[in-house]
């Protein structure tokens, strides 16, 4: 207690330094400014892999996957991302529901969750009508 004496005073400065030995240290934690980024990387770099780690894949509904089958369809991955980039598209101008037209196919699907409900092959195409969509896309 005589060491926190300074010239007949309090030296608080003792007492802190004390209490703050005796405190168990806590890991460092990101602040919320600053979560997951990681040192070195550009904004543009992080915001860009932020972007892709949210963009949904484009799926095929059971319905689909069978017609694309039956119809001997053949989607390749370059399609995939052809078909991923008309769904952004069409939702990105507030359709739903889009009929994409790609490689002599039809392909209606649900823009926003990137679900291919149905495909139709070229064959198929003359003549019908296609109904309950809101836009279409032609690649």
């Known amino acids: 207690m005589s060491d926190q004496m300074i010239n007949g005073g309090y030296n608080p400065h003792a007492n802190i330094a004390e209490n703050a030995a005796r405190l168990k240290r806590v890991?460092?934690?990101p602040s919320a400014a600053g979560a997951g980024i990681e040192s070195g990387n550009s904004f543009r770099e992080l915001l860009n892999k932020r972007l892709q780690?949210?963009?949904k894949e484009i799926s095929f509904s059971k319905h689909a996957d069978l017609r694309a089958r039956e119809r001997n369809i053949a989607i390749e991955d370059a399609d995939l991302d052809k078909l991923s980039d008309a769904c952004d598209r069409a939702a990105g101008k507030g359709v739903r529901d889009a009929l994409?037209?790609?490689n002599d196919s039809a392909f209606i699907v649900n823009a926003g969750s990137k679900v291919v409900v149905?495909?139709?092959d070229k064959n198929?195409?003359?003549g019908n009508i296609f109904t309950n969509i809101e836009g279409a896309v032609f690649l």
């Open 100 to 102: 994409i037209v790609m």
């Open 27 to 29: 890991p460092d934690k």
């Open 118 to 120: 149905t495909v139709v």
């Open 53 to 55: 780690g949210d963009r």
């Open 124 to 126: 198929e195409m003359k």
